[in-house]
């Protein structure tokens, strides 16, 4: 993190959502996604310049609470206003600014805390990884396929995305859709390819025997098989399978994740800085893990270029050390809402891009207004204490 305090003062906030279609659906064991409404910040500080963040909540609220829709309504009620027109010393006191008195919602505060840093970086001239004291120059990337019609169907997506350079296959999982789809998968791949599971929730408990058989596949981890807000089954589930359980939906908070280590809920963690309310709380959970022996990687949340931009530059940091879902732009998306567009080397690495200041990329204004359906205003509360303004077009 940079010594110099950095003064911050964001003067107005514009909200945009836009539709921006998956190339294939994506469907995990509590829902599918065809169409991803992304919803952009872009923060303009007080001297003229700007920057772009994502909010990654998504339409249905399968996946956790919050859908784009209650991230849009906390955001232009109470988050933007508690930022707005404040000068703010560093990017690291934005998140208890607004996670003070503030119960829930994370995606909606990530999305504007994640902008202050993005930011402070633009404003710096310092590329976002450095700024957070990343020392990756590349970041190892891994795909998670969505549930498959067949294990054949999901063997040939699998091989392709070896064929491509990942260094880990992540196979969405669901009751119906595990046993004999791992096996496949791991017979045609062979015993050296990284493989992992991931259960979105859908199993409990009584599915105990069915999970232990995953432990014939020397799976790298099985992610988050149990509920989303259960630490202590899973430490009962861990207790009885050899494969690690790597938590996801679990983690929303530093103190949720040193309840995890202690009680040995799982021996990995997946960062998704939207999850845990943005930076700050991510670089914490990050250092907790790497004095207590706990690798992590970077989740993914299906993210346009610009919500990829932050989690290349979190992933840069030196305990992300099991590869990310940090997918290249043409896994999913026709065309980027972003130049130059994220791109993956024969090896399954993304570069950071510690060649330019702020978040590395620049939104395609042309193509962002042509898929863009909803606009919205937030300038600063006046300073006699009259009501913020907001403005929709
Ligand atoms: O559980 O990691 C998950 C996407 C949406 C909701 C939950 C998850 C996911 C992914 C996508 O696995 C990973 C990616 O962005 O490539
Ligand atoms: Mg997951």
């Not at 872009?42 to 998504?58: I, K, N, R, T, Y």
């Not at 700024?131 to 019609?149: A, D, H, N, Y």
């Not at 596949?217 to 494969?243: K, S």
């Not at 606009?375 to 403005?391: F, Q, V, Y």
Request: aromatic share 6%; glycine share 8%.
């Amino acid at each position: 993190m940079t010594s110099n305090p950095l003064s911050l003062n964001v003067a107005r906030i514009e909200l945009r959502e836009v539709r921006l279609p998956l190339r294939e659906p994506f469907r995990i064991s509590s829902g599918v996604c065809t169409e991803r409404r992304i919803m952009l910040l872009q923060l303009f500080h007080a001297d003229g310049s700007s920057v772009w963040s994502e909010c990654v909540a998504g339409e249905e609220p399968n996946y956790t609470e919050e859908t784009i829709d209650t991230a849009w309504y906390a955001i232009t009620q109470w988050l933007a206003p508690r930022v707005l027109g404040q000068t703010v010393d560093a990017p690291g006191s934005v998140s208890r600014l607004l996670s003070r008195n503030f119960r829930g919602h994370p995606m909606a505060r990530a999305a504007v805390e994640m902008g202050f840093w993005g930011l402070a970086a633009a404003v710096a001239r310092l590329p976002l990884a450095r700024l957070i004291g990343g020392v990756q120059e590349r970041v190892v990337t891994g795909i998670s396929i969505g549930i498959q019609e067949s294990p054949a169907a999901l063997v040939e997506r699998a091989q392709a995305a070896v064929a491509e350079g990942y260094q880990k296959v992540k196979l969405k999982i669901q009751p119906g859709s595990d046993i004999a789809f791992v096996h496949a998968v791991r017979a045609a791949l062979g015993e050296d390819v990284d493989i992992a599971v991931d259960a979105n929730s859908a199993y409990t408990l009584n599915d105990v025997n069915l999970l232990k058989q995953l432990d014939a596949f020397a799976l790298l981890m099985i992610e988050q098989p149990l509920g989303p807000d259960d630490i202590v089954r899973h430490a009962e589930l861990q207790r009885q399978l050899t494969t690690p359980i790597c938590l996801d939906e679990s983690i929303i908070s530093l103190d949720r994740a040193e309840d995890m280590i202690n009680m040995g809920s799982g021996r990995i963690i997946n960062i998704k800085p939207g999850r845990v309310g943005g930076f700050a709380t991510s670089i914490a959970i990050h250092d907790l893990c790497l004095q207590s022996g706990i690798p992590v990687w970077c989740g993914g949340m299906l993210e346009s270029g610009v919500g990829r931009a932050y989690n290349v530059a979190l992933a840069s940091l030196p305990n992300f050390t099991l590869p990310g879902d940090l997918s290249p732009s043409h896994r999913y998306w026709e065309r980027d809402l972003v130049t130059p567009e994220w791109t993956m080397d024969a090896s399954g690495t993304v570069g950071v891009p510690l060649d330019r200041p702020g978040i590395g990329v620049t939104p395609d204004m042309d193509r962002i207004d042509d898929l863009t359906v909803r606009h919205e205003t937030l300038i600063a509360p006046r300073s006699d204490g009259t009501s913020t303004g907001s403005s929709s077009l």
